[in-house]
């Protein structure tokens, strides 16, 4: 079965520092893998995915993700931190069965101090 | 429409009523999603249409939810005899198809969601 575990529940960072929020996968294939951002009071903002192209996947906000199957992992970055980066973020996986069944990790709530 | 609306916003019931939460997905998306959000989790899956049928609805947590999407745009959450632990954020999301998993279509917009509190 798939899974996802985030390994921080919250994370604070500084002003233009860097940002790492990590993840780590379980999947009996190649899967699908997402990072989503939650604002307070809103959507679900897809940040970028991964579906086995390049490794190293850009998203959007200058966030990128690299897919490192060796490590199970999809860890999320960021060079430096802006303060309207501060949300909740969920790493995704896509389920094994429907492919609308997505799987969301906890989620990391990111603060950002000035 | 432009986004994946979602009414109401806000939804305060007492235990044991009947609550319908609508979703109205982006125009032309074919498939839509339900999850729900609980205080401090990420959401889990409900359910998934696509067009007017339920393509997979293993997530339901029991009989008393059910959805429908009788014309394969709109589409209502149905929520019977309501408990507390109904209690959530209730999330619909939408796709123009759910393709193949290996070819990334399945991205899904999300609404900001209807959020359900049984007294």
């Known amino acids: 079965a798939q899974s996802v575990t985030q390994l921080d529940s919250h994370v604070s960072v500084s002003e233009g520092t860097p940002v790492l929020l990590r993840c780590n996968y379980s999947?009996?294939?190649?899967?699908?893998l997402f990072w989503y951002v939650q604002h307070p009071n809103k959507g679900l903002q897809l940040l970028l995915k991964y579906t086995s192209a390049a490794t190293l996947v850009k998203g959007i906000n200058g966030f990128e993700a690299e897919f490192k199957k060796s490590e199970t992992s999809f860890h999320l970055t960021k060079p430096s931190a802006h303060m309207s980066d501060a949300a909740e973020y969920f790493c995704?996986?896509?389920?094994?069965?429907?492919?609308?069944?997505?799987?969301f990790g906890k989620g990391t709530k990111l603060s950002v101090k000035p | 429409g432009a986004g994946v609306s979602q009414t109401p916003s806000n939804k305060v019931t007492e235990k044991g009523k009947y609550v319908e939460l609508r979703c109205d997905p982006i125009s032309g998306h074919t498939a839509l999603y339900w999850y729900r959000q609980s205080l401090g989790q990420g959401p889990e899956f409900l359910i998934y249409f696509q067009g007017t049928g339920a393509a997979d609805d293993s997530g339901l947590p029991n009989d008393r939810f059910f959805a429908v999407r009788p014309e394969g745009s709109v589409s209502t959450l149905k929520i019977q005899r309501t408990e507390r632990g109904d209690s959530a954020v209730y999330l619909c999301?939408?796709?123009?198809?759910?393709?193949?998993?290996?070819?990334?279509?399945?991205?899904?917009?999300f609404g900001a969601g209807s959020r359900l509190t049984v007294l």
């Open positions: 999947s009996s294939y190649s899967p699908s």
């Open positions: 999301a939408s796709s123009p198809y759910p393709g193949r998993r290996s070819s990334g279509a399945n991205v899904l917009t």
């Open positions: 995704v996986v896509s389920g094994e069965g429907s492919q609308g069944n997505l799987i």
